[in-house]
């Protein structure tokens, strides 16, 4: 089974840019639906952005719609999520995630894996 394992998490004042990356391992990422889920002290954990296996398809929540965008690269076998015009509230640890066969998943019951998350703080 695929293992994930995120990076790149670390302390951005509002309006900066960050780039998060979710590496994986024990499978190819490819053939997975990936999200990015982030979850914020004493708030559940929310979908962010989706990217579809085997595709270029992609799909965001409305909140960072125009500001987050996912890629993948799979000569790394990672994907990536890229932050810009970053708020305040965006901070939370984000969490990437895998699953390999429903349409669009947004929700967090949906995806089998899970990485162990990175911290991300928007502050001046």
């Known amino acids: 089974q695929v293992q994930l394992a995120e990076s790149g998490g670390g302390l951005v004042q509002p309006g900066g840019s960050l780039r998060l990356s979710c590496t994986a391992s024990g499978g190819t990422v490819s053939t997975y639906n990936v999200g990015w889920f982030r979850e914020a002290p004493g708030k559940e954990r929310e979908f962010v952005a989706g990217i579809i296996r085997n595709a270029v398809n992609t799909y965001y929540s409305e909140s960072v719609k125009g500001r987050f965008s996912i890629s993948r690269d799979n000569s790394k076998n990672a994907v990536y999520l890229h932050m810009k015009d970053m708020k305040p509230n965006d901070t939370a640890v984000y969490y990437c995630?895998?699953?390999?066969?429903?349409?669009?998943?947004?929700?967090?019951?949906?995806?089998?894996?899970w990485g162990q998350g990175t911290e991300v703080i928007v502050s001046s």
């Open positions: 995630a895998a699953e390999a066969s429903l349409y669009y998943p947004q929700y967090r019951s949906e995806y089998d894996y």
